[in-house]
Nanobody
């Protein structure tokens, strides 16, 4: 099993920055990639960003490209999501997730999920 614990959410204003963290523990050697997803009220969970376990490859949703950066501290088994130039439409619960066998953006391919952290961007 793998446990994921997110932190770093909060209330910010348009244009501000925020950094989310996701600490992974347990059988992390079995992981292939980590990702961030978000879910706004009344909407489906959507892919935000992804990084492979070694940290060498990243991929982003078009809506956050150029504003968000995903990174990984291999020594701490922690993945970060640096969010810059935040917009009200970025408001959502952000989830960290991990997958064992694929480099996918489909949430159904992810095996482990954190509890989520709320990000609210006021206009």
């Amino acid at each position: 099993q793998v446990q994921l614990v997110e932190s770093g959410g909060g209330l910010v204003q348009t244009g501000d920055s925020l950094r989310l963290s996701c600490a992974a523990s347990g059988r992390t050697f079995s992981l292939y990639a980590m990702g961030w997803f978000r879910q706004a009220p009344g909407k489906e969970r959507e892919f935000v960003a992804q990084i492979n376990w070694s940290g060498g490859n990243t991929y982003y949703a078009e809506s956050v490209t150029g504003r968000f950066t995903i990174s990984k501290d291999n020594g701490k088994n922690t993945v970060y999501l640096q969010m810059n130039t935040l917009k009200p439409e970025d408001t959502a619960v952000y989830y960290c997730a991990a997958e064992r066998t694929a480099y996918s953006t489909n949430p159904y391919d992810f095996d482990y999920w954190g509890q989520g952290t709320q990000v609210t961007v006021s206009s």
